[in-house]
């Protein structure tokens, strides 16, 4: 059980071109997922809390203009990088917690992404 | 400001020894604990969670907490190549957000 969906698992784009990255909880529903993103030998960063049927929560000097979080439903998170640079590259990663009291949070797999 | 530290390593250990990683948090309040471990490249997998002070084991893991010292380990047993990664440490005050360790990379020598 819980297990969590990110795809694509790998992108490259164009500077300027907008990405869509898919975060899905399989066998449970999430009210809360995150967005991190995590550079080379560094650790993960935390970038936005989505949470279903309001506005994401985004930590600070994250752009959210740049950083599009939809949350439509308990199982399905999306965070688009709108006009992407290459400052952008980096390991996104999602990851769902079942009880948000636990807060046991599963990651996915992770989207590497790499503009040129 | 949140903080939760832990030892970036390398640390190696050889084939079938015990592999003691430690981690330390300044918030005083957090109430749970996290192990995951993340292969180069991979995201992060879950290895264990601890809430209440003392030992909790799971297989050849055991994770180790200490509330008053604000302290938590986790002891791999009989080492294995394959445990070879990078092991991040988080915490949580219960309704809020992770604050993850810069993590420790494990070098089990064969």
């Known amino acids: 059980g819980a297990v969590v969906s990110q795809h694509p698992s790998w992108v490259i784009c164009k500077s300027g071109t907008s990405v869509k990255i898919e975060c899905r909880s399989l066998?449970?529903?999430?009210?809360?997922m995150f967005w991190y993103r995590q550079f080379p030998k560094q650790s993960l960063m935390l970038m936005a809390t989505?949470?279903?049927?309001?506005?994401?929560?985004?930590e600070q000097g994250v752009e959210k203009d740049k950083f599009l979080i939809n949350h439509a439903s308990l199982t399905l998170s999306t965070l688009t990088v709108t006009s992407a640079h290459p400052e952008d590259s980096s390991f996104y990663i999602c990851?769902?917690?079942?009880?948000?009291?636990?807060?046991?949070?599963?990651f996915g797999a992770g989207t590497r992404l790499s503009v040129l | 400001q949140k903080e939760v530290e832990q030892n970036s390593g390398p640390l190696s250990v050889p084939e079938g020894a015990i592999a003691s990683l430690n981690c330390t948090y300044s918030?005083?309040?957090?109430?749970?604990f996290f192990w995951y471990r993340q292969y180069s490249g991979k995201s992060p997998e879950l290895i264990m969670f601890?809430?209440?002070?003392g030992d909790k084991e799971d297989g050849r893991f055991t994770a180790q907490l200490n509330k008053a010292s604000q302290y938590v380990s986790l002891l791999i047993r009989d080492s294995q190549p394959s445990d070879s990664a990078t092991y991040l440490c988080?915490?949580?005050?219960?309704?809020?957000?992770?604050?993850f360790g810069p993590g420790t990379r494990l070098s089990v020598l064969p």
């Open positions: 988080a915490v949580n005050n219960y309704g809020q957000n992770f604050v």
């Open positions: 990851s769902a917690s079942p009880d948000r009291a636990k807060n046991i949070q599963y």
């Open positions: 601890i809430y209440s002070n």
């Open positions: 989505s949470n279903e049927g309001s506005k994401a929560t985004y």
């Open positions: 918030d005083r309040g957090s109430q749970s």
């Open positions: 066998d449970f529903q999430a009210t809360t």
